[in-house]
């Protein structure tokens, strides 16, 4: 059912009427069902709609501005009262908790699912959706979760052997009788949702955390060496012939021609003796475990699944970081070996935001963040996240220790900001509060897209609602200078000549890549927010306010007017602008 925000966001925003017409009408008949038929809401699930695929949530598109609780938070249920209100002051409407194999099936067969209960009960009555993490086999690639009943019987459950062949605190994914009993449990704790959650407060699940290997780049015990020497599975090699000519040539089939392009024979025949071949075997063997999990808790309850993944340093060697774990080097094969898990995220914590964001992002796999930064850097990329690759959320880890909103990392010991209110990441999720009903909106439609500024690069442009959309660091006018080191901004065509533009510390000229008058000028500029979808307009900006540069003669050959829309450094804010035409 489209909301009455939705409806109105689309009339303000100067749609055509008929599209405008067309979105009431269905809106008005979407209600009429849903009144007469009563049908309960879908459960949360992934669609696509238009240009992007997004998470629906009782009917209706929703960005999840979440953070994740500390690994073992969820197993203090006094800990856990004292963290709720923080996560409400902080503007979130989600929250990542983790549920551990060892705290619901401490003895075999025996179910106890009191804290899944527990975190439900806080959440509903702080009006915050959950995504459960299910630590089963593996949690940073190691097995410390797993009931000890697990863990003591290394016969029963083969450990991974690496090295000379020592054994490691690790189940290995050859291991089926691991896999069955992760998967009986996991079930389990899906049959419980499904029966206790029928208000949906449940939105997608994290299927283990970042697997992957540790201290070697293979498994070497028994059944992985065997499952080396066996023939690569049919469907990769299919794939590989299919994907021959593709550029870029993926990284599997970069390896494959380099091994000789063979048409099949074992792991390392075809795929060469090399750690990134080795990596590739065990991401396959990763993604055939977890599809199993996820496949049979979707015969029960289909919630969306997704992975996390440490992203490999690019000089990182397999086994110095979890690898086989989903990267943009092995994404492919985890695509083709697990179909069940809807999308592979990443762990953003260091190195090129956008670029890693970007690499994950494919037709084939929504952008999710399940573990980004709390500090201001944060909020730029939830913004990018949101405005340039169409992202279904954002979560910031750690985030009832609220040190890790002032600071990265986090120093043991130092005292936790008071203000929560004020600080950047609060601020952000205010803003991206009122805000993802146009967002949503615009990622369906195309006509979005965002910029990550900082002094290494300092502005950027793209195409938009037929303008060049220049996004530069903000300048002081009078010498030029770049005021800051930091800017973000989401733009959004939201009509002929007319743009939203949300963000911080960036100006934002335009130049019209239509025919027509070569100079495009402010006709308005104003300052204003979204309620409830709805465009409220505040200060009319203008002198001032908008007025980028004074050489006019300079900017006149630029074909520019020396104006511009300016964000300021306070934290993250929404202008609309109206622009007209003329020749210089
Ligand atoms: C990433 C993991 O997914 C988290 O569980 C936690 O271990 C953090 N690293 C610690 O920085």
Redesign the pocket.
Known sequence: MLRKAELHYNWRAGRTPMKHAIIALTGLLTVTAAGAADAPAAIPHLESRGHAKQLIVDGRPWIMLAGELN?TAASDPAYLETVWPKLTRLNLNTVLVAVAWDWIEPEEGKFDFALVDGVLAGARKNNQRVVFLWFGSW??GVSTFAPTWVKEDTRRFARVRVGSGLAIEMLSPFSDAAMQADTRAYVKFIEHLKSVDSRHTVLMIQLE??VGMNSDSRDRNEAADRAFAAGVPRELLDWLQAHKGTTPTPDPVRLWNAAGARPSGSWPEVFGRVPAADELFMAWQYARYLDHIAAAGKTVYPLPVFT?S?VARPDAVPGEYPSGAPEPSTLDVWKIAAPAVDLNCP?I?AGNFEQIAASFHRPDNPLFIP?GLGIAVGVANVFYALGAQSALGYSV??IDNTVRLIMFPPVMGATPPTDLDNLPLARGYAALRQLAPVILEHQADGTINAAWLNAAKPSQEFELGGYAIHVELRRTFWDQKFQTEQGYGIVMAAGPDEFYIAGADVQVTFKPRTPGPAVAGLAIDEAGHFNDGHWVAERRLNGDDIMLNYRLLQQAALNQSGSGARLGPESPTTQRVKLYRYDP
């Open positions: 690994n949690k940073n955390n970042e996390n440490v762990d914590s573990e880890f750690g």
